[in-house]
């Protein structure tokens, strides 16, 4: 079945400055990758997706590229601010219903 | 913007007993999901239910849990004798599609105990 590691576990970057996080999967047959954002004690929250007929999106200061050759994705956060703080997930999708993620990010902004 | 609403937020139940988590999804999601996670792991799927029969499950899924959809609304899980181990948080999920390039949305999740 799908695999789906992520690096790294933990991540302090300083307000202001870019944080990225990078997942690789193993099954080639996986064509959904979405990023979801959570915040202590509650749901993971879908932040951006893309799918793999795409090499990149980007919403305001998000940004996901995928590398369909190397099975990998990462996902960009620009100018980040004290709000971003959290844990991030990757996680892919082959055929089937099924996310399989990765093992989370903790993001921390220093003010 | 519409939610899948879970209760209850938190249950405490002793190892051995039955639990039943309660989900509602999106009036018109026809999807439905289980995921666990562990404090402090990642998030798991647990199984996925559409018109009315589960359609895939994963190996932690066991003949210990249980799924149903007993109204036109609820979706619930059901833990038949509860182990230490099954301490967690429960998220339940819907979509409205099955296509595997469309997102889905979780609930806010119920946090068991097993004491």
């Known amino acids: 079945g799908e695999n789906v590691e992520q690096h790294p576990s933990t991540l302090s970057v300083q307000e202001g400055d870019s944080a990225v996080i990078k997942c690789t999967y193993s099954?080639?047959?996986?064509?959904?990758f979405p990023w979801y954002k959570q915040e202590l004690g509650k749901r993971p929250q879908l932040i951006i997706d893309i799918r793999s007929n795409v090499g990149e999106k980007k919403d305001q200061r998000i940004a996901v590229t995928l590398n369909k050759t190397a099975k990998h994705f990462s996902l960009h956060i620009t100018e980040t601010q004290p709000e971003d703080s959290a844990v991030y997930f990757c996680a892919a999708r082959a055929l089937g219903e099924k996310l399989t993620f990765g093992t989370g990010t903790r993001l921390t902004i220093i003010p | 913007e519409p939610e899948v609403t879970q209760t209850p937020s938190h249950q405490v139940t002793q190892m051995g007993q039955e639990v039943i988590l309660r989900c509602v999804p999106i009036?018109?999601?026809?999807?439905f999901y289980w995921y666990r996670q562990i404090l402090g792991q990642k998030v798991e799927f647990l199984v996925s239910?559409?018109?009315?029969?589960?359609?895939?499950k994963s190996e932690i899924f066991d003949d210990q849990f249980s799924v149903e959809r007993p109204d036109g609304s609820n979706f619930t899980l059901k833990i038949r004798s509860t182990k230490l181990e099954d301490s967690a948080m429960y998220f339940c999920a819907s979509s409205a599609r099955r296509d595997s390039y469309y997102g889905y949305t979780f609930g806010s999740g119920t946090r068991l105990t097993v004491v």
């Open positions: 239910f559409y018109n009315n029969e589960i359609s895939e």
């Open positions: 009036s018109n999601h026809l999807y």
């Open positions: 099954d080639s047959a996986s064509n959904y």
